[in-house]
Every structure is written in C-alpha cells, then in structure tokens.
C-alpha cells in the first residue's frame, strides 16, 4: 500500500511569489491534514480537511488556504510569500476523523525556500 | 489548550544501552498519544499509538506507557542501536479533532 505522496519534494521562491503544494493520501483515508514544520516553532497545525470539507484550522494567516478533491487529494496554497514562510510542509492522512483514535500517517514533507 | 513537552531536548548514549524518552501533556482529556520518529530531512513516521484506553503498546524493541492522570508517557527504546539515532516526537490530538499537538522532540543520537 503506498504512503502518503507529497509533491514536490523541494521549491525555491521568491518574497511576493505564490505556491502550491500536493498530497496524495493513503488509499480510502478520507481525512488531510497539513503542518508547518520550523526549526524556532516545531509542528504547527494548518488545517484539515475532510470530505472535502475543511473541518478545523489552525492560527496562521489567510495567505494559507487549501482545498480537498473528491478523490481526498489535498493542495495547499501560499500567497504573498515572505521569508518566514521557508519551512518543512507536511501533510497527514488517517482513516477516519474526529479524534476517534486512528493513527495518522505523514508524508515526507515539501521543503520550501523562500528568497 | 493542550501543551506537550519532552524531555531531555537531546540525549546520547553508546549503542546497547536502553533508554527512557520523556513526554508530558497538559489536558488529559486525550483519545490517544502517538510517538513518531523523524530523520533528518524526513517527513514523520509513526512507530506507536496508545489508545487513552491502553496503558502501554510495544512494538519490537520499542515499547511506550501512557498515565493520562499525570500526563505523562514514556518511550523505552532497549539495546539501542546506532539505526535508532534520530529525533523522537510525540503528539496528542487537540480535543475531539484531527489536530496533533506535538511537543519539541528529543533528539537521540546512539553511538557506536
């Protein structure tokens, strides 16, 4: 069974420039979630989407939005890219939601650059 | 709101030894406590996750303990190996939702 696929692996922008970033879950996980990954704040949670549906949202600006297919494929999108937005971004999917104790599983990240 | 903390930050120790990695909790209000390992410039792999139901979940050499009325739990990794060096994280879920609440992690580093 394959993991958590995120895409791409690493970008490089610049300040001002807008980004997107994917993830393909597990296979039947229909719950995403993304994290914000900085060596000063640790993991912080952005937001997670169920069923297409964003379900809870963490305290990070506007400028960070995302959106589920029906397939539960999930992209996130950063505008207006300022340096303290360089970080790892990792996504999570489990199986079910609302804290019902399944495990969640991470992708290897997308490491962002921002010049 | 849900506050998680490890301790020690980093931690070293010569291959063979068995180690005790720290993790407290705020709320213990908690479905569950799941422990990842990261490697560097890796995403999260879960290794462990107990049920607030369960007191304990062993998997291999790893076996970690959850007390939800002091907050606390425990990764006891055994006859460590230089393999097992990489950072440990343990995270809780923010009240009946999806979010993770992690602490800083502690950074292991088994030598040889």
């Known amino acids: 069974k394959a993991g958590v696929t995120q895409t791409p692996r690493y970008l490089i922008k610049t300040r001002g420039q807008q980004v997107t970033l994917s993830c393909s879950p597990i296979s039947g996980h229909r719950s995403v979630s993304w994290y914000q990954q900085t060596p000063g704040q640790g993991l912080q949670f952005l937001f997670e989407y169920f069923s297409e549906t964003q379900r809870n949202k963490g305290n990070f600006p506007g400028r960070f939005s995302g959106r589920q297919f029906s397939n539960s494929r999930s992209e996130m999108n950063v505008s207006t890219l300022e340096l303290g937005d360089s970080a790892l971004y990792l996504c999570?999917?489990?199986?079910?939601?609302?804290?019902?104790?399944?495990?969640?599983?991470f992708g290897d990240g997308t490491r962002l650059s921002i010049l | 709101k849900q506050e998680v903390t490890q301790i020690p930050a980093a931690l070293s120790v010569p291959e063979g030894e068995n180690l005790v990695l720290n993790c407290s909790f705020t709320d213990s209000a908690i479905y569950n406590l799941q422990w990842f390992r990261q490697d560097p410039g890796k995403g999260l792999t879960s290794l462990l996750l107990i049920q607030s139901s369960q007191r304990e979940q062993t998997s291999g050499r790893l076996n970690a303990s959850l007390d939800k009325s002091s907050g606390r739990s425990t990764l006891y990794i055994a006859a460590s190996q230089p393999g097992d060096s990489a950072t440990y994280l343990c995270?809780?879920?923010?009240?009946?939702?999806?979010?993770?609440?992690f602490g800083k992690g502690t950074k292991l580093t088994v030598n040889p």
């Open positions: 995270a809780v879920p923010q009240g009946g939702s999806e979010k993770l609440v």
């Open positions: 999570a999917s489990s199986l079910e939601g609302q804290g019902l104790g399944q495990p969640q599983h």
